[in-house]
Nanobody, 120 residues
Framework: QVQVVESGGGLVQPGGSLRLSCAAS????????MGWFRQAPGKQRDLVAT???????NYADSVKGRFTVSRDNAKNTVYLQMDSLKPEDTGVYLC??????????????WGQGTQVTVSS
């Protein structure tokens, strides 16, 4: 079983910055893609950014140039640096990790999410 835990959310003023972290642990053989998704109240879950094992990244158009996703493969951890935050960035940020377990079975795991609120 693979556990995924996010941290780093909070309340920030417009124009401010936050850094989210997400660590995967448990029965892991290898990790493929790690990513961040955002869910605002009453809205669907949307992709924010993803990063592959080799560092290829993908961003939602709304965050390009403001957010940076990175990962530490040795620590099974992914980060999301969020700068120039806007009120519309508010939501629960969820981490997704997929790969292969130690039992050589595919896994696709989600964290519980961390709240980000951008407000003055």
């Amino acid at each position: 079983q693979v556990q995924v835990v996010e941290s780093g959310g909070g309340l920030v003023q417009p124009g401010g910055s936050l850094r989210l972290s997400c660590a995967a642990s448990g029965s892991i053989r290898s990790i493929n893609t790690m990513g961040w998704f955002r869910q605002a109240p009453g809205k669907q879950r949307d992709l924010v950014a993803t990063i592959t094992t080799y560092g290829s990244t993908n961003y939602a158009d709304s965050v390009k140039g403001r957010f940076t996703v990175s990962r530490d493969n040795a620590k099974n951890t992914v980060y999301l640096q969020m700068d120039s935050l806007k009120p519309e960035d508010t939501g629960v940020y969820l981490c997704n990790v997929n790969g292969w377990s130690a039992e050589v079975r595919p896994f696709d795991s989600w964290g519980q999410g961390t709240q980000v609120t951008v407000s003055s």
